[in-house]
């Protein structure tokens, strides 16, 4: 199976850390969006788009990114890290997920953690989550690549 992982990663490198956890089991290389090439993309069996949270949505860069996209095909999964928990009925990567249907891609699922965040009021207590993602986190989100790796849809 070939696999690409397209992450923006700005502030801590919580995301591309657990983007790089999925790329273990998947064997899958990870990109910037300005790195990704949209004809490999194209060419791969599963592509995973990831981002930070911020303002409750997903990064603009990996959104205009996917907007910027031609229709797709094949497997695409979402994952987000963020300081805040998600909430169930909005998760984080719903709008995401939706934008990868109407081009085209079939959603094989969404996974998020919490993460260490300075926005600006936690800025003044120096951060929360400043242990996250940890390696339960980690291993959560090997977890999933695993099932996507296997086949098996997870919560889109």
């Not at 064997?27 to 790195?35: D, H, L, R, T």
């Not at 996917?66 to 497997?75: D, E, Q, S």
């Not at 989100?141 to 889109?156: C, H, I, K, S």
Request: net charge positive; hydrophobic share 45%; aromatic share 8%.
């Amino acid at each position: 199976m070939k696999a690409v992982i397209v992450c923006v990663s700005v502030s801590h490198g919580n995301t591309r850390r657990v983007a790089d956890s999925m790329a273990q089991v998947l064997g899958a290389k990870v990109v910037s969006p300005e790195q990704a090439d949209p004809a490999e993309l194209a060419a791969a069996d599963l592509v995973g788009f990831g981002s930070g949270v911020f303002y409750s949505k997903l990064h603009p860069d990996l959104t205009d990114f996917v907007k910027a996209l031609p229709a797709g095909r094949g497997r695409a999964f979402v994952f987000a890290t963020s300081g805040l928990p998600e909430l169930p009925p909005a998760p984080f990567t719903r709008p995401l997920v939706r934008l990868l249907e109407g081009k085209g891609f079939e959603p094989a699922g969404s996974f998020s953690c919490r993460a260490f965040d300075t926005w600006a009021p936690f800025k003044l207590v120096g951060g929360i989550n400043k242990q996250r993602p940890n390696a339960g986190d980690l291993d959560a989100a090997r977890a999933f690549a695993e099932r996507l790796r296997a086949g098996r849809a997870t919560r889109p």
